[in-house]
């Protein structure tokens, strides 16, 4: 039994934490999206410092510069390796090409004097019947073109070891070559992400400080309240209520919650606007417009990516 009260103020005490935390985060959110803006704006990014937010200023080629000098050194170096590698392989093909057609020459030759034997008596397996002085000639003859031919199959295992290794080498060389190509695709890449971010967020505060008032205007119609009316309700129902049904109405006098708003405020929002609190209210007025904030924000974000879009140098 201990146990399980113990568990349960552990829960209890998270619940109200995570409540707490979600509370607070949700009525100071406004100050922080404007900070959170303004560092950004004060303190830009190097990447978003370097190409700037004027999308009109910038072209595919803007991102060119992520390429320097060195790079195109590395590219041309790269490229005389890759040249390097291909002669290398077309010198190892004509000397084994000229191997192979010596040991072409040779096999045609043994098999004319093999024929010039006449029509030998063969084994049952089809090797030549050593019974007579001819048959044991044409048996070393053959033996000796079976060598060849391994010797033969031997340079063309060399040739084509050659050939795979050699491809492998320059793929890799290309691919080196590549992402240096592509680095002012990935400079793009980083730069649009904060480009999108930096304006979205800029559109949403501009929509909150429109949007607030809109919104606050749009309960006190629908409840028949005056604009100053609906912001004690709201800090009543988004906080003073649910901290004093869960901790206690005295959190305003002596506790955590008395650093934001004094007793005497959070006694008379509860005594005002008592029964109008409930899950639906808290919901309305709490969770509203940071959400409607999100989706304005997200789809700025997409639209700007989206627009960003027309500058994107290509990747290769």
């Known amino acids: 039994m201990p146990q399980l009260v113990g568990a349960g103020l552990v829960i209890a005490l998270i619940a109200f934490v995570g409540y707490v935390l979600i509370a607070g985060a949700i009525i100071i959110w406004p100050i922080f999206n404007i900070l959170a803006y303004l ?50 392989l077309a010198k190892l093909e004509i000397s084994i090409d000229k191997k192979i057609l010596a040991i072409k020459e040779k096999i045609s030759k043994l098999r004319s004097e093999i024929r010039s034997l006449g029509n030998l008596k063969k084994n049952n397996d089809g090797t030549f019947s050593q019974r007579s002085h001819d048959g044991k000639l044409a048996y070393s003859l053959n033996s000796k073109i079976e060598n060849l031919a391994y010797d033969k ?9 050659a050939k795979e290794d050699n491809r492998y080498e320059i793929d890799t060389i ?36 429109f949007g607030f008032p809109i919104f606050f205007s749009f309960l006190a119609y629908m409840d028949y309240l005056t604009f100053a009316e609906v912001l004690h309700l709201y800090t009543y129902i988004s906080y003073i209520q649910p901290i004093a049904d869960i901790f206690g109405l005295e959190n305003f006098n002596t506790g955590f919650s008395s650093n934001f708003l004094s007793f005497e405020y959070a006694a008379s929002s509860v005594e005002k606007h008592s029964g109008q609190f409930s899950f639906g209210s808290w919901i309305l007025y709490t969770l509203t417009m940071p959400l409607i904030t999100f989706i304005v924000f997200y789809f700025s974000y997409k639209r700007k990516i989206k627009d960003a879009r027309k500058v994107e140098p290509s990747t290769f």
């Open 174 to 209: 290309k691919e080196s070559i590549n992402m240096i190509k592509n680095k002012p695709w990935l400079e793009w890449d980083q730069w649009s992400s904060r480009y999108a971010r930096y304006l979205s967020n800029k559109n949403s505060i501009i929509f909150m400080f």
């Open 153 to 161: 199959f031997q340079l063309e295992s060399e040739i084509d070891r």
């Open 39 to 88: 560092k950004v704006l004060i303190f830009p990014r190097p990447i978003r410092k370097k190409y700037g937010t004027d999308l009109n200023a910038l072209t595919k080629k803007s991102f060119d510069i992520a390429i320097t000098e060195t790079n195109h050194k590395e590219i041309k170096n790269f490229k005389s390796s890759i040249q390097n590698l291909k002669d290398e």
